[in-house]
């Protein structure tokens, strides 16, 4: 909405040419002003339909055609290209960091670029945790992806097996994002597969709930475990991400109180360590327990036996990217975000004391 009103201030103070030259001089102008991960798309009463993704292509994009009844072709942006999936649209491309692109009536695509192109450098948590596993992101599809972050876990496992310092019964996903890592990191180490946390479809994503309390009744609502099939086993437990530790505490609860004689929890994503300025809903720096505590010390705050965590090189493996953000594991972003820093820590304190 500050993007798309942004914009409007600018093609109402840029007279140009012609529309399409007013819309590329604005869009200019966001991208050198706006900086932050975005994906804005807009209707101009001028006859254009316009996309713009931030320069660093932090947040995705895409675009699509269709052919109607009439013959014509109608076009479609995007951030998932699921979406175009469902609504019958054939997938174009990827929109380009800091690329925008405007349709006009006649179906016509205009692209303009950013005269000052960044590092490409996409949010390495759409393939983790955001996007839809049927989507595909910068020609890597999120499924594969997540299958690939699994057989890298897998990797790292089984060393730990042959070294005897783990062994494992069972491998269980935690619904909904671990499943398709799951599925890999258990082929990897050849132990049985088996969906002993069943989920609660109705309970929202905990993590985006604004206050503790809510939280812990969200994970408390959202699962029932298998206990006929945990008892007495080394279980293997395997989410995309330990944020701030409140649904991987409850979930190792879950399963010793069903009778686990272990449980190793096994987390797709390194460490976060950092926050999001990038238009996430993210945790305080603060709140991150892998930022305050050792793997060790997160084992024992989770109430497991071990944690384990993909590497930061696995992790890449896994994506196959050119670039990508990682700055919620490394702190290093891709550009300087102190100022942002500061007002994301104002905001969500005072936010929390509201
Ligand atoms: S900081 Fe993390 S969540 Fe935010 S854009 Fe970068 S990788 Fe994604």
């Known amino acids: 909405e500050t993007l798309l009103n942004l914009i409007s201030t600018q093609l109402q103070d840029n007279i140009a040419d012609s ?6 001089a604005a869009s200019e102008k966001i991208f050198e002003d706006a900086q932050g991960g975005y994906a804005l798309i807009g209707l101009w009463a001028n006859g254009y339909m316009f996309g713009l993704r931030d320069p660093h292509g932090i947040r995705p994009m895409v675009l699509g055609k269709r052919t109607e009844s009439n013959g014509k072709i109608a076009h479609i942006l995007a951030s998932e290209s699921n979406v175009l999936n469902y609504l019958g649209f054939e997938f174009i491309r990827d929109i380009l960091p800091g690329e925008m692109v405007a349709i006009d009536l006649e179906g016509n695509v205009h692209s303009t670029s950013n005269s000052k192109p960044k590092a490409k450098a996409p949010c390495m948590f759409e393939w983790v945790y955001f996007a839809t596993p049927e989507s595909i992101m910068e020609g890597t599809p999120v499924y594969g992806a997540r299958l690939n972050l699994g057989k890298k876990l897998g990797e790292k496992i089984n060393k730990m097996i042959e ?3 783990l062994d494992v019964d069972v491998v269980v996903p935690v619904p909904e994002s671990g499943r398709i890592a799951a599925i890999a990191l258990a ?5 049985p597969y088996r969906e002993l946390l069943i989920k609660n479809r109705y309970i929202q994503r905990s993590f985006i709930l604004q206050d503790q309390e809510s939280r812990n009744h969200a994970v408390q609502m959202k699962m029932m475990a298998i206990a006929s099939e945990i008892k ?6 395997v989410d995309d991400s330990i944020v701030r530790g409140t649904t991987s505490r409850k979930l190792v609860e879950m399963l010793k109180h069903a009778g686990a004689k272990e449980v190793t929890f096994v987390s797709t994503c390194p460490p976060i360590k950092n926050p999001c300025y990038f238009g996430i ?5 603060s709140e991150l327990i892998a930022a305050k505590l050792s793997e060790e010390g997160i084992a024992d705050a989770l109430g497991a036996n071990k944690v384990i965590y993909q590497d930061l090189e696995g992790l890449k493996e896994a994506l196959n990217q050119e670039g990508l953000c990682t700055g919620c594991i490394t702190g290093q972003y891709p550009f300087d975000v102190s100022r942002a820093a500061v007002k994301f820590e104002q905001a969500r304190t005072l936010s929390q004391g509201a």
């Open 19 to 24: 529309p399409l030259e007013q819309l590329k």
């Open 232 to 237: 007495d086993k080394r279980v293997l437990i």
């Open 187 to 191: 082929e990897k180490i050849n132990r």
């Open 163 to 165: 070294a005897k310092t």
């Open 281 to 285: 809903d993210f945790p305080l720096q």
